[in-house]
Each structure stands twice: as C-alpha cells, then as structure tokens.
C-alpha cells in the first residue's frame, strides 16, 4: 500500500458516496487508474465494505452501555453458545473478547431504560453467566469510523 492508497483511503473513510472522479481529481490520478486501485484494495479485502452510517439518536437509540461478562466456563462449547447468543441481540453492536477482570466487552445501543431491562433479561436468559455489569455512556466525546493510516 502507497501513499496514493492511503490517501484514496483516507477519501473513502471520510465520505464513500464520492465519485471515483471526485476521488482521482483530489490526488492527482486519472479516473480509471484510481478505479483499479479501488478495485485492488477491496480484492485484498482491505476495504471490507461500505455502509451507511446511521445517527443512533434519531431513530431512537438514544442509551449506549458497556456490559462487561465474566464467563461462567473457560472452553470453546460455552464460548461458542454464548457467541451465538449474543449474535441474535441486534442491540449488541460491537462485541470483543478481553483480557482482564471480565472475559467480555458488549457495546449495545437501545432507546431507554425501559429497553435495557428487555435486552438485560435476554442476555442472562439465553446463557450461563459468572457474572455481568453495565456502564451507561453519559456523553460521547468522540466517535469515528476512520481508522488512521
């Protein structure tokens, strides 16, 4: 990857609508060169996809909160139950397995209180847990797809 990718790069991350055109001009190549490099970085699945972005607030996911799990057993059949689990929750947007004090890190979006309760009562429904704690976000500070290149 050159400096010409990072920078087509760099354009992608910050707005994906834009014209190949648009993008060729702003770095100084033709249009169907910089197509090919497109094409290129999505082949070596370097751009993985393109998505809208959505503004969580107003469509009603007002609430984001940190849940943090301690697994109940250390081996690969509860981690695959409880991965399929949390899969079907689409409040759970983001979803890692960490070092540390809690084996799991849950990123989940919802309306309102209210509407944790319902995701809370899912989550400890559908598998054995140690134990689980929540953290609600009071104000974001910043947010970015981007990631630096």
Same mark, same amino acid.
Not at 57 to 71: P, S
Not at 89 to 97: A, D, G, K, L, M
């Given at each position: 990857m050159d400096k010409l990718d990072r920078e087509i790069l760099r354009l992608l991350q910050k707005d994906a609508t834009q014209s190949v055109a648009d993008i060729a001009e702003q770095i100084g190549l033709s249009t169907t060169p910089c197509w090919r490099r497109i094409q290129s970085l999505e082949k070596q699945g370097i751009i993985d996809k393109r998505v809208v972005l959505l503004n969580p607030? $107003?469509? =009603?996911? =007002?609430?984001?909160?940190?849940? @943090?799990? $301690?697994?109940a057993k250390h081996d690969s059949i509860w981690l695959k139950t409880f991965a399929d689990h949390a899969a079907n929750?689409? @409040?759970?947007?983001?979803?890692?397995?960490m070092s540390g004090e809690y084996d799991y890190m849950l990123k989940v979006v919802v309306a309102d209180m209210q509407a944790f309760d319902v995701f809370y009562k899912r989550l400890v429904g559908g598998v054995d847990l140690s134990d689980v704690t929540s953290s609600f976000a009071m104000e974001q500070i910043k947010y970015t797809t981007a990631l630096p290149l």
């Open positions: 607030e $107003k469509i =009603g996911l =007002g609430m984001t909160v940190f849940v @943090q799990v $301690k697994a929750i689409e @409040q759970i947007v983001e979803f890692y397995r």
